[in-house]
């Protein structure tokens, strides 16, 4: 063991002389082991941000959130025909809904509550500023039981407000930043659509959903007011909030009994209602993920492998050189084996620092794009540097091993006589 470990000492000493001695050779070696470290560190960085990116937008409008409505979410135009002819979901069915739970001992569920989108978004004023394309939302006090935001300033509506329908509107974060940027919007009078409303409450920051639709940029008014105002839609959707710890299947087959309760269906009825989550958007997604992860890692292996190639040639060349030392040192008393590790150790040096430069490289242009695209969650993790240098270690001994063992072959009698 103490001879392996002096031997394997040696082997690097000696690897590290051959690099001093052929900076040029040995940095242009190294550069095909640099570009493929550096694309499978900014690979891997890029599909551990695209998932953190998907889990961040899908948590934003709720994992533990079921929503039901007329139609499902991913239907195809054939089944549109079909699915036109469902009753829609009325306003009152949350509340009915919400008494089922209650009567069920150990329910699955928590809460429900229905939303109602004020289309097309518009504008908000108060006297000396305005905002456009905000989003408004008609829903009831149990709002702030199963969506995800929390308020930050303020309150949420009461049930007396709801039920009464009273003119009292809840900001998302950037509306009120637009609109009351020096104050609070607590008390202050806002115009929707030319209907003057109170602003009663201010939800912290939620984030978008895939970069396309900001939850910070809605207005939630009580439901009654808004049909009030607003009478172009019949479609309503319920939001429904799973009891902590249930099991999503088990939850979600309640919810289809108790909203079959609703509608009156007997046993034969098909369901005249969706249940839609986000199990269906990441279902959709992962395909898409798993092409990008094909395509990107085919590319990074590519890179490797040329780098592979260049490296294999350069360790022929360097053992060619050497033959006439190889003979001495076998001559000398060095084992084959001796002989074998040291070039396979200069190959795998060679491979080592160009994966902690390719790293380097790697983590600099990560800070840069950070910068530049500060949306974009790059995430450059501790396992990400452990697969970068395992990829460069494995490309060190496959690319090394077969001029390794041609050394490890030569007879020292012959390799004494080489010129």
């Not at 329910?107 to 908000?124: D, H, K, M, Q």
């Not at 060679?350 to 995430?379: Q, R, S, W």
């Not at 460069?392 to 012959?414: E, H, N, Q, R």
Request: net charge neutral; with cysteine.
């Amino acid at each position: 063991m103490k001879r392996l470990f002096s031997e394997l000492v040696e082997s690097l000493r000696i690897a590290v002389e051959q690099l001093y001695a052929h900076k040029t050779r040995a940095m242009l070696t190294m550069l095909g082991v640099i570009i493929g470290v550096l694309a499978v560190t900014l690979m891997g960085t890029a599909m551990n941000g695209i998932d953190k990116g998907v889990n961040d937008s899908l948590d934003v409008i709720g994992t533990d959130v079921f929503f039901v409505s007329r139609h499902t979410w991913e239907e195809s135009s054939e089944a549109w025909r079909f699915l036109k002819n469902r009753p829609y979901i009325r306003d009152n069915e949350s509340d009915r809904l919400n008494e089922i739970i209650a009567q069920t001992p150990e329910s699955l569920l928590f809460r429900s509550a229905p939303t109602v989108f004020w289309y097309p978004p518009g504008e908000i004023k108060t006297k000396d500023r305005s905002i456009t394309n905000v989003q408004t939302v008609g829903t009831n006090e149990n709002f702030e039981f199963v969506n995800k935001a929390t308020i930050e300033d303020g309150r949420f509506f009461t049930q007396i407000e709801c039920a009464t329908g009273r003119g009292v509107v809840v900001l998302g974060y950037d509306v009120a930043e637009a609109l009351f940027p020096d104050e609070s919007a607590i008390g202050k009078t806002v115009r929707i659509k030319g209907h003057e409303l109170e602003v009663v409450g201010v939800f912290a920051r939620m984030g978008s959903f895939f970069g396309l639709m900001s939850f910070d940029n809605y207005a939630l008014v009580p439901l009654k007011w808004l049909r009030k105002h607003y009478h172009w839609t019949m479609h309503t959707e319920m939001r429904v909030k799973m009891a902590k710890g249930a099991d999503k299947d088990e939850a979600r087959y309640e919810l289809i009994g108790a909203m079959r309760r609703l509608h009156k269906q007997v046993a034969e009825d098909e369901n005249n209602f969706a249940i839609n989550s986000t199990d269906s958007i990441e279902d959709n997604l992962d395909p898409l993920k798993a092409g990008l992860a094909i395509a990107g890692f085919g590319v990074t292996g590519l890179s490797l492998f040329v780098g592979a190639i260049g490296i294999m040639n350069i360790t022929f060349v360097s053992v060619k050189e050497r033959t006439r030392e190889i003979g001495t040192r076998r001559a000398l008393g060095a084992r084959r084996s001796s002989i074998l590790i040291q070039f396979l150790i200069e190959a795998i040096s060679v491979c080592v620092v160009g994966g902690v430069i390719g790293l380097g490289l790697a983590y600099g242009l990560k800070m840069l794009i950070d910068k530049v695209f500060p949306n974009f969650p790059f995430v450059f993790s501790f396992q990400l540097v452990i697969a970068a240098m395992i990829a460069s270690i494995s490309v060190g001994i496959l690319s090394g091993i077969i001029p390794a063992f041609l050394s490890f072959c030569l007879d020292p009698a012959t390799a004494l006589r080489h010129e």
